[in-house]
């Protein structure tokens, strides 16, 4: 019969400025994929290509002319009937430099072989059973800015929360990280922080070294990525954990993996399947970590809902451990309205909700 691909891109507008390390951000671009058998389009899967700006490995890529060929592709291709062949057909079709796409394909086949009902897998998270922490993380901005939406995720509840720095003053950072441990100490507070490479290599144990007095859990990719012997450096002579974030991205094969994380041996991983390529490339990264005693949490990267839904749900299939680092669904002013939905500190599929996407227009 083959497979019929549409798409539709779709600008994501933030609902405030949001700042990080490299620059504010006020939209974001998708492109919304659906995917159906031919002569049956009533039933059909969403799966979202999403990339950020100066990060996503195939940012720079016409995703209107690789959807296109796609198309052609898809079209010689019937439905897998196993999740397990969903991926060897995305891997057969993607090129690994396409990270973006092949997240975005598994989650529309994925769907589509579920029923066309947005359950990408089927587990206790779907069936509104079971919620998942997370970090409630707080952008970047003025101080003041920043102190309210602390506030804002302590009263709501939020037992872990995740502040980027590396934009602002740094002595001003450790102001408001005082400001924090003095209201809330280690055993209330989870606190991590995520420099997104902010930090340059001649002083970043010094910088290091003065957020010790924080009790952070961690922080995220202190150094810019690609610099292999000096984050093994930063990894082995911090006093604070380090987590690879941007590091990952890029890195393809099994073995390069393997390499990566031995040679540089951080404390954990960070894994963003919409970056990485995916949920059979994140999971690949999951085992490599485990086996060499590395913790590990799955963190979105500005997916509209369609996207967020797929990562929770594939996260949720886990027995991990601690806060993910999920987003709430609650950023821009133009999401697509789902079931997702924050309670106290965690996130959850509420069933009594219901999807809306009728301003979608596919071609």
């Not at 539709?8 to 490299?22: E, I, P, Y």
């Not at 901005?141 to 003053?169: H, S």
């Amino acid at each position: 019969m083959g497979l019929i691909l549409k798409f539709t891109k779709h600008v994501l507008n933030f609902k405030f400025d949001a700042g990080t390390s490299r620059g504010v951000l006020k939209t974001k671009e998708a492109w919304i994929l659906k995917v159906y058998q031919a002569g049956n389009p009533k039933i059909y899967g969403l799966g979202e290509v999403s990339t950020i700006e100066r990060l996503s490995f195939d940012y720079s890529v016409d995703f209107e002319s690789e959807l296109e060929e796609l198309k052609k592709e898809l079209a010689q291709m019937e439905l897998p009937q196993y999740e397990n062949d969903i991926y060897k057909l995305v891997k057969n079709v993607v090129s690994e430099y396409r990270p973006a796409i092949r997240f975005g394909l598994e989650t529309a086949l994925l769907d589509l072989l579920h029923g066309g009902e947005f359950k990408i897998f089927n587990n206790d998270f779907y069936h509104s059973e079971k919620g998942i922490p997370i970090n409630g993380l707080i952008w970047m901005g003025e101080r003041d800015f920043m102190k309210q939406q602390i506030d804002e995720k302590l009263k709501l509840g939020f037992k872990c929360i995740k502040l980027k720095i590396g934009a602002i003053d740094f002595d001003a950072e450790c102001e408001l990280l005082k400001y924090i441990r003095s209201q809330y100490p280690a055993d209330q507070l989870i606190l991590r922080v995520d420099a997104n490479g902010a930090f340059i290599t001649q002083d970043v144990l010094k910088k290091l070294e003065r957020l010790i007095d924080f009790d952070l859990h961690s922080i995220e990719q202190p150094i810019m990525p690609k610099q292999p012997e000096a984050m093994q450096l930063v990894c082995e002579k911090s006093q604070v954990p380090i987590a690879l974030d941007e590091e990952l991205i890029g890195v393809f094969s099994k073995r390069d993996k393997t390499e990566l994380l031995k040679d540089i041996k951080p404390k954990y991983i960070i894994l963003k399947p919409s970056l990485v390529g995916g949920f059979a490339a994140t999971a690949e990264w999951i085992e490599i970590a485990e086996s060499q005693h590395m913790g590990w949490w799955i963190t979105s990267a500005l997916e509209s809902n369609i996207g967020l839904n797929a990562i929770c749900q594939f996260t949720a299939g886990y027995n991990y451990v601690g806060h993910q680092g999920l987003g709430t669904g609650q950023l821009f002013e133009n999401n697509i309205h789902s079931p997702l939905a924050i309670q106290g500190e965690e996130i959850v599929y509420n069933q009594t909700l219901s999807w809306d996407y009728a301003d979608l227009e596919f071609n």
